[in-house]
């Protein structure tokens, strides 16, 4: 087969079938990877490489490799692509931690004048609980319309957050503290759902929540309250603290009893708020105490 043939094939080549060529789609994934500014204190290190071709995901190495995956954006007019990446970890070591974690973060990409942009960044943070705090931004507000956002990572619970100021601002578990930007290691293009890379069988595992973050993350909703948005503001899904959130902390150590998941919200509420009740009734005696003279 003559040389320059082939070099077409490849260069055409789509192996998950989304109409996005792999060329194309790792060019894109290498230009608009993310920063990420890890703890210095990080328990688990890096980001995991996770064994390939098995069914249950098993780490490898911790190196800071990122997974990610492509996908056409219909949503709005235009040519758009959805990028996401995984930083996906042994073990979530924070409060109430277990084995194995998936983060992610997504920029929305437009092509304008046959160059790609990007025009948005969402960040994912304790996605799916009563904790929730994922954020989103204009890819110009971060200065990252042609490179990839800096992620502030939680030392511990790896959640991602646009700015560190957004780290604090969960349910109380949360620190950027001291953190360093972590070496740009590989990036492993996963594929789509239906149609993952080969080897990838363990992504859709159930020992962990990754089969079910491999939809959007940009809705409508989302994107039209970032285009209302005169300021340079980062917007939480709501655009304000919730109010279980809240609640965690004014009570300190009431996020112990917030549970991970929005089932448990009943039982949760009831602790937290049992919690905080206590709390502030230990507070209000030792007021009473300093004020009467007693220590």
């Known amino acids: 087969m ?18 996005v060529a792999d060329a194309v789609e790792q060019a894109i994934l290498e230009q608009f990877r993310p920063q990420l500014l890890i703890s210095a204190g990080e328990c688990d290190g890096l980001p995991a490489e996770f064994r390939s071709g098995l069914k249950e995901p098993e780490v490898a190495a911790r190196n800071g490799t990122l997974y990610a995956r492509v996908s056409p954006f219909t949503a709005r007019p235009g040519e758009w692509i959805e990028v996401h990446y995984y930083h996906l970890w042994g073990r979530d070591c924070g409060k109430r931690g277990h084995d194995l974690d998936a983060e ?17 960044w969402w960040a994912a943070a304790h996605e799916e609980t009563l904790c929730e705090r994922s954020n989103a931004a204009r890819a110009s507000w971060l200065n990252a319309e042609k490179q990839g956002a800096r ?9 991602s957050f ?13 620190s950027c503290e001291n953190t360093l930007p972590a070496a740009p290691a590989k990036i492993v293009n996963l594929g ?27 809705t409508e909703e989302i994107l039209a309250r970032l285009d209302r948005e005169e300021g340079s ?24 009893g917030l549970g991970t998941g929005k089932q448990h919200t009943g039982q949760a509420l009831g602790t937290a708020t049992e919690k905080t009740g206590s709390a502030l009734r230990k507070a209000g005696r030792s007021v009473r105490g300093f004020l009467s003279g007693k220590k």
């Open 2 to 19: 003559d040389w320059l043939v082939l070099v077409m094939l490849l260069a055409a080549a789509d192996s998950d079938r989304d109409g």
């Open 104 to 120: 992610q973060a997504a920029v929305l990409l437009e092509r304008v004048h046959g160059e790609w942009l990007a025009r948005y």
């Open 151 to 159: 992620l502030w990572i939680s030392r511990g619970k790896h959640a």
């Open 162 to 174: 646009l700015s560190r100021q957004l780290c604090s601002w969960g349910c109380g578990g949360d």
């Open 192 to 218: 789509e759902k239906g149609a993952l890379a080969e080897g990838m069988e363990w992504v859709e595992a159930g020992s962990w929540p990754l089969r079910d973050k491999l939809g959007s993350a940009f």
């Open 233 to 256: 503001r980062i917007v939480g899904r709501d655009g304000a603290m919730y109010p279980i959130q809240a609640i965690a902390l004014a009570g300190g150590e009431a996020a112990d």
